[in-house]
């Protein structure tokens, strides 16, 4: 254009020569303007607005609903309680998806997939939702065994239509039970299906990373094929608690009724090895107790009937001491540094005064010494 605009000034045709010569300056000046709006309209989750009327897409044959939106508003408002690594890594993925503007603005490709994995009930599902409700987007909740369709050649086409729904909408797309994929390998009948649903999902989530958040939560993150795992920006492993995490996820469910800290502590002790969904459980037998008795109940006794109703999820050990003589349990209790119980703590959780804590377990020493 600036050798046209030359050429014609030199040929004399001055007057085409400068409305060349605006068109250009104009041109430089968008040119300005230009990359950060481009980055900015494609940084910020695009669509249109899910509304609860939106009609999720079904799979053809069973007029299932592929998927499921959870709005906001109906997500639990606290965070998940883990340790604080986890907290951190939350914390970053956030952050970095509450600022996509700005970090495409300096040039930083954020991640916008990420794989949330660990044993059943550790609170994966709970965390992903409460990610979209921290950047006020609606989930779009897809169970994959859902969308894994009996027909022959259905199921690719459902993820098809499921990731189309889920681009063409402002919201994150949440893949649970991600596994439930690979787990078809398991039936050679269906070797060339599974392919097909792979290569689908491949292609799939490749095309969404331009587009829209993207979330997949497994249990079984070695049933995952390589290629899919691949796909994931980032990858974030849920333990089970550790006992600091397992008070404070007893702090968590206690409210409205009030425990004391030795009471927590002692949940705490007593679901070594469990999930946050198991200390739940325990957290809430506790408040049934509690609302029926009274707060003067026994949490021993309810820690053992706890035991009795659910055998196979106590750790062993623990469960035996409970049931164990009451100076050996005290024994065991006093001697536990994770605890830090004194004879009084032992007394207030066994109904007792500390005197008769202290006696039982000079008892149990004596008996151990002549042994
Ligand atoms: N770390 C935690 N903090 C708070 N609550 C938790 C935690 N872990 C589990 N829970 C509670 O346990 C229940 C189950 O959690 P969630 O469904 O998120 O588990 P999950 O990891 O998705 O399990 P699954 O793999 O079986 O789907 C929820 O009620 C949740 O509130
Ligand atoms: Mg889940």
New binding site residues.
């Given amino acids: 254009m600036e050798r046209l605009q030359e050429a014609l000034k030199k040929d004399g045709d001055s007057k085409a020569a400068s409305a060349l010569a605006s068109l250009l300056t104009a041109a430089e000046r968008t040119t300005e303007v230009l990359p950060s709006r481009i980055t900015r309209s494609r940084a910020q989750i695009p669509g249109e607005i899910l509304t609860r009327n939106t009609q999720v897409p079904v799979d053809r044959e069973s007029a299932a609903p592929l998927a499921e939106i959870v709005f906001p508003p109906d997500i ?1 408002p606290e965070a ?3 340790n604080d690594s986890v907290t951190g890594a939350v914390a970053t993925i956030v952050e970095e998806w509450a600022n996509l503007d700005a970090l495409s603005e300096v040039g930083v490709l954020p991640s916008k997939t990420c794989l949330i994995y ?10 992903a939702l409460w990610i979209a409700a921290q950047l006020g987007l609606p989930v779009l909740v897809a169970r994959i065994d859902g969308l894994v369709s009996s027909f022959l050649g259905t199921t690719s086409r459902n993820i098809g239509n499921l990731f189309a729904f889920a681009n063409r909408y402002r919201c994150l797309l949440l893949l ?2 991600f596994d439930a994929v690979a787990k078809l390998r398991d039936d050679p009948q269906e070797v060339g299906e599974i392919k097909r649903v792979v290569n689908a999902l491949l292609q799939n989530l490749d095309s969404r990373r331009e587009i829209g958040l993207t979330i997949g ?1 497994t ?1 079984h993150p070695s049933l995952l094929d390589p290629a899919v795992w691949r796909r994931f920006d980032a990858q974030l492993e ?1 333990p089970r ?1 550790g006992f600091d ?1 397992r008070v404070k ?1 007893a702090k ?2 206690m409210p409205p009724v009030e425990a004391s800290e030795a009471h927590m502590r002692l949940i705490a002790w007593f679901s070594e090895g469990a ?3 198991e ?2 459980a325990l957290t809430r037998a506790y408040k049934k107790h509690v609302a029926v008795r009274g707060i003067k109940q026994d949490l021993l006794s309810t820690l053992r009937q706890y035991a009795t109703l659910n055998s196979a999820r106590i750790d062993r050990t623990r469960r035996d001491l409970l049931f164990a003589d009451q100076g050996v349990l005290f024994k065991a209790l006093k001697s536990d540094d994770q605890l830090g119980f004194s004879h009084e703590d032992i007394g207030e959780i066994a109904g007792k005064d500390k005197s008769t804590v202290s006696r039982q377990i000079s008892k149990i020493m004596e008996e151990k010494a002549a042994e």
Avoid at 118 to 127: E, S
């Fill in positions: 639990h998940p309680v883990f660990g044993a059943p009930g550790t609170g994966k599902t709970r965390l649970d039970e939560i249990n849920i608690p995490v996820i968590h469910f999930t946050g969904a200390i739940e």
